[in-house]
């Protein structure tokens, strides 16, 4: 169980001190967390891009559509407050932006599912082009719309990959829940009285700042794929 932290669980116990031991342990706590927030979340978006491109970028495309979306919508028609947590969060730019955010998971998934060097898995994380049969969750289905569109519809007949429809379940993730990653990392921010994890990217904080919510959608990615 503690092959790989022998060394620094046998330290933390020789270190102990008198008097500090609930600080001690709090801060050990703390780091083990962290540490398996981080590195286990890495891990899910890692095998993404094992998995093939697709499973990686789509997910993460999405999450970046869903933040600006939302700034545009709330910019130019937020009036109703979302949470307190983030008070420039709006009900009428999380509405707004969940609706791109689906629209686009939809449209972005024929896109990228034509693309072998997407949709192939890899061996390693080289950039090379690829080639596989990317299998039926990229081939394209015939639909016929006639008995549900106008019959002045110009298209009664589409062509969609099974993909798309999973695309959506992804977007629908990407709009709805994976912002609350977002709300997550405000309130521990307030908790600890800090406006930004970092300020490596004026205007927007830290890196951090920006991958709450990635790291949110790439573990449902990786569990939903």
């Not at 300020?199 to 959608?217: A, F, L, N």
């Amino acid at each position: 169980m503690y092959n790989s932290d022998d060394p620094g669980f046998v330290w933390f116990i020789l270190t102990l001190k008198k008097k500090t031991y609930k600080y001690q342990f709090k801060q050990y706590a703390w780091t083990h967390m962290i540490l398996l927030t981080v590195f286990a979340q890495s891990s899910f978006t890692v095998a993404n891009i094992f998995e093939g491109m697709f499973w990686f970028l789509l997910p993460a495309s999405l999450i970046v559509i869903n933040d600006i979306a939302a700034y545009l919508f709330g910019f130019f028609l937020g009036r109703t407050p979302l949470i307190k947590l983030s008070p420039k969060k709006t009900w009428e730019g999380f509405i707004g932006a969940s609706v791109t955010t689906i629209i686009s998971a939809f449209l972005l998934a024929n896109v990228m599912g034509r693309f072998q060097w997407f949709t192939c898995p890899r061996k390693d994380l080289s950039t090379g082009w690829l080639q596989c049969d990317p299998g039926p969750m990229f081939k394209p289905e015939h639909y016929y719309l006639g008995d549900w569109v106008p019959h002045w519809f110009p298209w009664k007949d589409v062509f969609l990959m099974p993909v798309q429809w999973h695309a959506l379940a992804l977007g629908l993730f990407a709009s709805i829940i994976a912002p609350f990653g977002g709300f997550f990392a405000s309130g521990f921010k307030r908790a600890f009285k800090i406006k930004d994890f970092g300020d490596s990217i004026p205007g927007h904080g830290g890196i951090t700042d920006r991958m709450d919510c990635q790291m949110v959608m790439a573990v449902f990615a990786y569990i939903y794929h």
